[in-house]
């Protein structure tokens, strides 16, 4: 099926790759675009080629993915996400473009697979284990902040190897935890020490206006 790619599509197609994969309703929110203009602009795209649906769960939205073809004619610089989606983080990672989508006038935000991208190409080929957060937010006066989402608690261990890691790490300035309750808030502040951190409630974070 031939489509005709608007610049909007190109946009559209650059933004769900930068994700790995996003929901219908993620992207009405990020491009401000009503329910039908949407659904119908995402099936001709899906139709021609340039984007792939899947669906893992009766109750939950599926999401839409780029293509190899998608990912040419778009604005990314990525290469299209092509593994198995791993459903363990399935609700992790739609929850972080959620956050992005809420947050997106707080600067220029990085995603995860950009970083990573960023960090191969700094260690040129070279094996590491850095932590890489969940994205990076760059503000207007240049000032990077690490952003991790915790939907549920981590290990005291785990926690104190992730501080330790922030503390060395150069590609940021400080951290913003987005977390979805009271205790995974207090168990972050208290094993933080002397790091640059920001925990914010999730329900806080993604409220309507």
């Known amino acids: 099926m031939l489509v005709q790619i608007t610049e909007r599509d190109k946009k559209i197609l650059g933004w769900i790759n930068r994700f790995r994969y996003v929901t219908a309703g993620q992207v009405m929110k990020e491009f401000n675009i009503g329910r039908t203009a949407a659904y119908v602009r995402l099936k001709k795209l899906k139709d021609g080629g340039y984007l792939k649906y899947l669906r893992f769960f009766r109750n939950r939205p599926g999401v839409y993915l780029c293509t190899g073809t ?31 989508i809420k947050l997106k006038n707080q600067g220029k935000w990085i995603t995860e697979r950009e970083i990573w991208s960023e960090v191969y190409r700094e260690l040129d080929g070279k094996r590491s284990n850095i932590h890489i957060p969940d994205a990076i937010i760059v503000d207007r ?68 206006e």
């Open 70 to 100: 998608g990912t040419a004619v778009s604005d990314s610089k990525l290469s299209n996400y092509n593994k198995k989606i791993d459903l363990a983080t399935y609700e992790h990672h739609l929850t972080v473009v959620d956050i992005s």
């Open 141 to 208: 006066e240049g000032r990077r902040t690490a952003v991790e989402v915790e939907l549920t608690s981590k290990s005291e261990k785990r926690l104190r190897q992730i501080m330790k890691a922030h503390r060395r790490a150069r590609m940021y300035d400080d951290v913003l935890y987005i977390v979805k309750n009271i205790g995974i808030k207090e168990k972050i502040e208290r094993l933080s020490g002397p790091l640059n951190v920001k925990v914010k409630l999730l329900e806080e974070v993604l409220k309507d």
